[in-house]
């Protein structure tokens, strides 16, 4: 059974920072790409960043000198810095990886449960 568990969100002022993490637990052979996406209310769930096993990193245009992702391929962890917070980054946050279960296996993508961010102005 593979988990995704996120740490890290919270409530902020505008121009603050965050620091999200999200860890892969259970029994699978690798783990592909792993991104953040996120959902504010109304509004459909948004790619904000995403990051390959190799370390090739891509944003959401709104997001690209604010945040960034990274990953240790070691601890199955993947995470998102965010500075210069802006009310407009309030959402759930969730954490999203690529997850291959065997050496034979095709990857199945798993979620996590999600982390509220809420940024005051």
């Given at each position: 059974?593979?988990?995704?568990?996120?740490?890290?969100?919270?409530?902020?002022?505008?121009?603050?920072?965050?620091?999200?993490?999200?860890?892969?637990?259970?029994?699978?052979?690798?783990?592909?790409?792993?991104?953040?996406?996120?959902?504010?209310?109304?509004?459909?769930?948004?790619?904000v960043?995403?990051?390959?096993?190799?370390?090739?990193?891509?944003?959401?245009?709104?997001?690209?000198?604010?945040?960034?992702?990274?990953?240790?391929?070691?601890?199955?962890?993947?995470?998102?810095?965010?500075?210069?917070?802006?009310p407009?980054?309030?959402?759930f946050?969730?954490?999203?990886?690529?997850?291959?279960?065997?050496?034979?296996g095709?990857?199945?993508?798993?979620?996590?449960?999600?982390?509220?961010?809420?940024?005051?102005?």
């Amino acid at each position: 059974q593979v988990q995704l568990v996120e740490s890290g969100g919270g409530l902020v002022q505008a121009g603050g920072s965050l620091r999200l993490s999200c860890v892969a637990s259970g029994n699978f052979f690798n783990i592909n790409d792993m991104g953040w996406y996120r959902q504010a209310p109304g509004k459909e769930r948004e790619l904000v960043a995403s990051i390959t096993r190799g370390g090739r990193e891509k944003y959401k245009e709104s997001v690209k000198d604010r945040f960034t992702i990274s990953r240790h391929n070691g601890k199955n962890t993947v995470y998102l810095q965010m500075d210069g917070l802006r009310p407009e980054d309030t959402a759930f946050y969730y954490c999203n990886a690529e997850i291959v279960p065997s050496f034979w296996g095709a990857y199945e993508t798993h979620w996590g449960q999600g982390t509220q961010v809420t940024v005051s102005s």
